[in-house]
């Protein structure tokens, strides 16, 4: 589960005020503590996904971040206004001798012990989406019906092991149907590449549509709301294998109304493994683990779209398309040039 968040209407507690000494001795007990304008942050790095790398984090340990956090110096980066409500998350008081700052507190817009989405749909838009930007962590439960809420979370190993030998199938019976083995590579490659165009598209303009009405929160919190809240939800990191099967079947009917099958099969059986890339770096991407699955490029450029700027970086398995279309992170191109 989530951390306990404070219910809707909530007062705010109040906060201790540390001296520098004991934010000192925090950090020699080997807390990640951190002082930013003059706020307090003891962050568990254990829940948190820093795009910067745990070695910049633990390298400024103890430290006064603010200068860092808004883009000073040599390591610094301007951060978003996302990074600075995750941030938020993990304060704990204020330094002695600064006063508390004045923020607007969207933590009590929604009670995380309770399911969500009946909370949020009666949010204002604007608000919705204000909420939605600033990041947070844990797994809190997102439909009041059990059965459906567990249908809805997956483990990453599922897809690979569910869609590979799938697309296997696909290809073989492509062979079958008189493709010549020789050309399974070409409709590989071919099957890959037009997922990775309709992975860009639907993340780029299907997931990231601006809700007006509570329908219309409804939707955009269950394709992708939920995920920019709350992208170290390990249990939504793919597909669940019911929606999966729902897309591969409408692609299925399409490929072979305007294909033979001897290659309407293949080609879905690339674009099946192209969606088994997709998924299971996505995952990698957030979980930290299995990081030859996407390397530095590719996680940079996914976390500017969660923390930096979700106009940007729409491609998860490959920034092809970003470059095609001209939506790679600048601070990425930056970083590359």
């Known amino acids: 589960m989530g951390k306990t968040a404070k219910p ?12 520098r000494e004991e934010v000192a001795a925090m950090s020699a007990a080997g807390k990640h503590v951190y002082l930013f304008k003059g ?4 962050v568990n790095l254990d829940e948190l996904m820093h795009p910067g ?13 603010s200068e860092l956090f808004l883009g000073g110096g040599s390591a610094g980066h301007a951060h978003s206004r996302g990074a600075r409500a995750l941030l938020e998350r993990y304060c704990v008081g204020r330094l002695e001798g600064h006063e508390q700052e004045e923020r607007a507190d969207l933590s009590t ?29 844990g797994h809190p439960v997102m439909f009041a019906n059990p059965l459906v809420e567990r249908m809805t979370c997956t483990e990453w190993y599922v897809v ?39 992975e860009y598209s639907i993340h780029r303009w299907l997931f990231h549509f601006e809700p007006k009405s509570p329908k219309g929160i409804e939707w955009h919190f269950m394709l992708h709301g939920h995920h920019h809240k709350y992208p170290m ?25 305007l294909l033979p099958m001897s290659w ?51 491609g998860i398995s490959s920034t092809l398309y970003d470059h095609v279309f001209n939506t790679m992170s600048k601070h990425l191109l930056k970083k590359m040039a």
Request: charged fraction near 15%.
């Open 8 to 19: 809707a209407g909530a007062a705010a507690p109040a906060r201790k005020v540390f001296s």
């Open 39 to 42: 706020g307090v942050y003891d």
């Open 53 to 65: 790398g745990r070695e910049l984090l633990d390298d400024h340990k103890g430290e006064d971040i």
């Open 109 to 137: 817009l929604v009670d995380e012990d309770k399911p969500l989405l009946p909370q949020v749909v009666k949010l204002d838009p604007k608000l919705y989406m204000e909420w939605v930007e600033a990041p947070s962590t």
């Open 160 to 198: 690979p092991l569910l869609w590979l030998p799938i697309a296997a199938a696909f290809m073989y019976r492509g062979v079958l149907g008189g493709l010549s083995p020789m050309m399974l590579p070409l409709t590989l490659a071919i099957g890959v590449l037009v997922w990775q165009l309709i």
């Open 233 to 257: 939800d390990f249990d939504r990191l793919v597909f669940p294998p019911a929606a999966a099967a729902l897309v591969i079947s409408l692609f299925y009917a399409l490929l072979h109304q």
């Open 264 to 314: 309407a099969s293949p080609l879905l059986g690339g674009g099946i493994a192209g969606y088994v890339l997709y998924d299971t770096t996505h995952w990698a991407l957030h979980s930290g683990r299995a990081e030859w699955l996407c390397g530095h490029v590719l996680k940079t450029s996914h976390m500017d779209h969660h923390y930096v700027d979700d106009t940007v970086g729409y």
